[in-house]
């Protein structure tokens, strides 16, 4: 049953083993802000993401998602959905928090993703020079990079897609709105959202036969010039972009996937797709006939490695499809 | 208390004293779509508007509102709003419904706007050759005129904004996200949603001390270049610009106002502006002393006229502050 | 030695197999103008083309350039050119002119495309409706498709590149700006212009062996977003997106290739790339090492096909490298 | 009668009485590109400029032009406009050259505007880490501000534009593309040029009866979104934005004026407006009735301010029309 329990993604850590590089990568050419370094952490935002970080980049062996995290619509939706997944068999317990943020419930998809929900957040606060008189904007405009305006969505690789989805929307409200399934009827995308936003999460089948990995974490620019003018950046200093800028069909989104240095796939999105506010909206099938479209409406095709590389990057376990 | 049962602006009603002149603005300079025609309306809708129309354009003595439409969420949701909407005072009662939809309940603002709430929508159904393969787009991009993605806010002149503002939110659930309050602490603008939209309906105070007049309708295009390329086509056609393009600061909108040859003023939408995820969004209030980065970011001043022509045009009531 | 005696492509006359097909595409999609038909041809042109055509297209039994025309810049430096090319044993001879053209001079590149020079041109004449107050604009910005404004180069394919490129440099006065060398000192492309634009002929090797072959016509837009609006009407109409949009390292051109309906490949130029204002440019060389970046600079990658297409189509004649 | 002896601006020198400002305004915000310092100067260019800097910026008791510098098409060309400006009455002499250039001849305009004439110019040299993949590009595309490819055209206000137009056009080989004529036959506004561009140099009526003052200096961005980001930058850090973003008729230029804070007016030019290959043009005349259409084509007026400050800054010595 639907419910309006979670009200947005809150914020994405990210391992790296060349922590120096990436968070050049994030700071240089996309233009995030550093709020905050602890341990072998750094706490990140785009100038018009309003808490205290969105990004949390941590020193690691390899690349990989730390955890994601969810932010409930009030302090009773929080106990509601911590109820319900721990009666899910999933949940793992609270923590007292983070920098930026309080007590927290984690939980884990039933792929292994690390989660969290969470309602008290502390919000960013600018120092004097960086007030700005646009009181919607919690900064100004960064003058380094092509500034990132905020956190869009993550993408994590599922062993089974349906299953994941299930889970997502039971017991946390997500709500299917695109999906593509073969014509063996597996499920092998799932686009799904708590908000117009067509998704704050993707589940995307991992071919590789491998659990819990991470596809790519994505921020929001809305402007396609801006994917241009970074792409020309991620050129010159020898940044990998993988695919794009080009057009989804799924999602209609301006697209540009990039690898930052650690190994983690970044995607950058340049408009804004398109809205969904019909509250009877039947969620979109793509079938195995329709995927040329559904994957690439127009521009830069994608390569075999987007279906197959995820973090940790792992050997394949079953024969590639 | 906020609530989630409205979800949407489902469509607009606009009167015109010259028909098929407005159909022509409307139609091969904005790309809007005829899916019927009745009586004295013209029924029309972007080429990414789900359901059956938008836009009811009819013709009239004089240009104006005929009426607002908002889609419950749900037909629980429909009804729990018309019971409060009967207590209010405000409300008329039902109708059957017209070309587009199925019943609805009728009732005004304080200020006197008509407007409607129902549940029971027709969706749009593409002829063979509108069909596309984008499935989430109910029909081929025109070809016809720079089009126009969607129906996207509406903006009224109240004599008492505050008061009308209360009614939103305490009958319909609208949340308040920015305003616009004096010295005197009279407020003068209310940008009010039921999504992460800034707005769905904007409430804009009558400096000529009329009640119950429209100030525009606004189409979602998404894209900053889409303005320009329109603004091109008003200026060699003769339709009036009043101001645009330019940056508002109150919703980070990248704007064009125009003068539809019926006499309505209609908002063209180039970008996305800023969405509002935070559950726990305390509104923004932009004082007298902020008054011109609120209202213009950059780009093109509003003229005064902006302030003082409404639909219908009336006389002025009372001195012009 | 350089000269100026060569101004600009007047026009470019294409066969089509499929002239109705083909009209469409150029009117209802690219928004080109018709100016006049006669016989088997109609006359085109982009709305800010000043002439009375830049497009012949004329009915034939298969695809193919029929002639390119370039203006010279004065009577006298017609004639100058005009004894250049006698003397080179590639000039053919007067011809009394066509629609819109008054005597122009005849003669092969020496791979054997036609060519003509000439001086006396008719300039295009709105009609009353067509006027606009734009004074470098001579008509009103159409409403039908997404317009090209002009019309920008043109591609050649040769046998011999080098051989070509001596010959529009001896005799015509052309440029070299941008080419490309293999390993072996084979030039496999060359980009030259009498103008600062990086190019109005580009000439490519032709690796099927062919001789006299056309690869493509290119219009332009200038404005990036354009080509991601004809993108969409192209995918939508089932219209062939060869490749793009996406950037090329040679030239900045933001360029999109599309297959028109009879089978000539069109270029869409979507930015305004670079421009050469130094008198004393040294041509860039790219090397076999730096083909990648010369050819894509970001986003859609070329298919192979891109290299052996070409018009008219024929069966390849020697081994492809 | 025209030649092509002048290939195109090749730098400019301006005063500031705030020299530390202003170069942050030019690097920190437009991305300009610091060469060299000597003395009182600071050398800058544009990271698309090819020659050792376009812009010297030295520290002056007020802002004003220094001197702009012309660029002939060869040795030859050169000694053949120093002949004529000799003749002129308007030549000063040879100097022995400037960091970045070598000999030069200096003159006026008939109005007093300081000039250079030269051949020999010293390329940019990029520092290893600045080195591109992208040939036709002298260096990377800076990470700081955002930044603006290439110098433009300088516009210089006149007592009297007739007279400095001959000159242009006698003694430089300026073509007139467009100009401005009153009723009464004055002509108010003259843009000339010796390339398709429309204008290198723009004249314009000084209102206030003061002679040899500078109006603006313009760069060259190319894509519509720069200026709406730089936009966004000035607003937030106190740069007076004085007019756009929006478009002229005249040369149909999308444009932004700013006042740098050493108080020189820049434009930010943000697409490619026209180009003129005609080699048979005929200049457009704006007549009176025809203002408002050639100074906005649409979007930001432009202020009464625009049309009387100039640099240096001077008392009216005339009742203002």
């Excluded at 949940?91 to 039933?110: C, E, M, N, S």
């Excluded at 309602?119 to 500034?147: C, H, I």
């Excluded at 994590?156 to 946390?172: G, I, P, T």
């Amino acid at each position: 049953m639907t419910n309006f329990d979670v009200a947005q993604l809150a914020h994405v850590e990210l391992f790296t083993p060349k922590p120096e590089e990436s968070l050049k990568f994030f700071t240089d050419y996309m233009g995030l802000q550093i709020t905050a370094r602890e341990g072998q952490s750094v706490y990140l935002r785009g100038y018009e993401d309003f808490y205290h970080h969105t990004l949390k980049l941590t020193e690691g062996k390899e690349a990989g998602l730390g955890h994601s995290a969810w932010r409930a619509s009030s302090p009773e939706a929080l106990e509601r959905r911590v109820a319900s997944l721990e009666k899910s068999g999933y949940g793992k317990g609270w923590i007292d928090g983070d920098l930026g943020h309080g007590r927290a419930y984690q939980f884990v998809t039933p792929d292994g993703h690390k989660q969290e929900i969470l309602w008290e957040v502390d919000y960013f606060q600018p120092a004097e020079n960086q007030k700005t008189l646009l009181k919607s904007r919690p900064q100004k405009r960064p003058l380094m990079g092509v500034p990132a305006r905020r956190l869009d969505h993550i993408n994590l690789m599922c062993r089974d897609v349906a299953k994941n989805r299930e889970f997502m929307s039971e017991h946390l409200g997500f709500k299917l709105r695109e999906q593509i399934v073969l014509n063996n009827n597996e499920e092998i995308g799932a686009w799904m959202s708590v908000s117009p936003l067509v998704h704050e999460v993707a589940l995307m089948n991992d071919q590789t036969g491998n659990s819990g990995r991470f596809h790519h974490i994505a921020f929001w620019y809305g402007y396609p010039q801006h994917l241009m003018d970074t792409a020309d950046i991620f050129v010159e200093n020898g940044i990998q972009i993988e695919a794009g800028p080009g057009k989804h069909g799924v999602s209609q989104a301006y697209f540009m996937y990039v690898m930052e240095p650690g190994g983690n796939r970044v995607e950058l999105f340049g408009d804004s797709g398109y809205l969904i506010f019909d509250p009877d909206w039947k969620p979109i099938t793509w079938r195995e006939n329709e995927l040329d479209e559904a994957i690439i409406w127009y521009g830069s095709p994608l390569p075999n490695e987007y279906f197959l590389y995820g973090t940790p990057d792992r050997a394949v376990k079953v024969p590639v499809k």
